[in-house]
């Protein structure tokens, strides 16, 4: 019997509602079909910048799917640790997005990478679940930059009975020492996030523990310049923000023969 045919259904009409759509890590060939249709179903799209005038990545990534007939709608979120200009920020954007909802658009929120991890859509849903909770919200879920560095790589994230780990890197070096030890042990991949300078202490610290050959940096991934490289062959002083580590350090005992 022939396989049945796969149908893609109509592009969804437009209609009222805020859509949270993840546009992967820099590619725009990365978003998913329910992403480009969500975009193009948009009256408004809006996206994150980190500074008033500023273009925002995840609008970068999209820009080829949205059209110059669509509303745009920056949303300022500072790059801060400090607690209440964040807050304001997450509030803000909520309300901004409540409203042009409640005045009858199709909305979406861009967010670079998945719309779950480490997103700043993910302060955004919580604040409309809390001030706005009449609020329609769906979530396309996107490519994360784990995920494309490990494809771009052509690296096994997680085998059998292998955990993988996602966090941000330790922002010291004896609880990076530590967590190391915990993966070796129970068979973790780890994947840190936000390596940045970081990497300054992380890279004579994965040489020192014989990690360096086995790791896998990925920088800027599916951006033109991306840079995806084994970490022995990456510089110290070379991360940026958007830059993370794949660290393996172990195999499982049963794979394909040589
Ligand atoms: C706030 S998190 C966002 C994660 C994103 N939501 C995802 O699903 O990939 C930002 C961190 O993700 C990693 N990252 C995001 N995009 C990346 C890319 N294109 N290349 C390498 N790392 C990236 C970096 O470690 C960066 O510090």
Avoid: N
Avoid at 45 to 60: I, L, T
């Amino acid at each position: 019997m022939p396989p049945p045919e796969f149908t893609i259904a109509p592009v969804a009409p437009a209609g009222p509602g805020l859509a949270l759509v993840g546009v992967g890590p820099g590619d725009p060939e990365l978003l998913t079909v329910a992403a480009v249709r969500a975009i193009a179903a948009a009256d408004l799209v809006a996206y994150p910048v980190a500074r008033e005038g500023g273009e925002g990545m995840a609008a970068a990534i999209a820009a080829p799917w949205i059209t110059p007939s669509q509303r745009r709608l920056p949303l300022l979120f500072p790059m801060t640790e400090a607690v209440e200009p964040r807050r304001l920020a997450w509030r803000a954007a909520a309300d901004s997005l409540a409203a042009a909802v409640a005045e009858g658009l199709a909305v979406v929120l861009l967010c670079e990478g998945d719309v779950s991890l480490f997103a700043t859509s993910s302060y955004v849903l919580l604040a409309l679940r809390r001030f706005h909770p009449a609020c329609p919200v769906r979530l396309v879920p996107g490519i994360s930059a784990v995920a494309a560095a490990a494809a771009a790589a052509s690296w096994p994230l997680a085998l059998q009975r292998e955990a993988l780990m996602i966090r941000p890197t330790p922002e010291q070096p004896a609880d990076l020492e530590a967590l190391l030890d915990q993966a070796a042990a129970a068979g973790v991949v780890l994947a840190l996030l936000k390596l940045g300078a970081r990497w300054g202490w992380v890279r004579p610290l994965l040489e020192r523990r014989g990690l360096l050959e086995q790791a896998l940096f990925a920088r800027r991934v599916g951006w033109p310049d991306q840079r995806i490289a084994s970490a022995a062959s990456v510089a110290g002083g070379e991360a940026p923000y958007f830059a993370l580590l794949l660290i393996r350090q172990g195999w499982p005992a049963v794979l394909p023969e040589d």
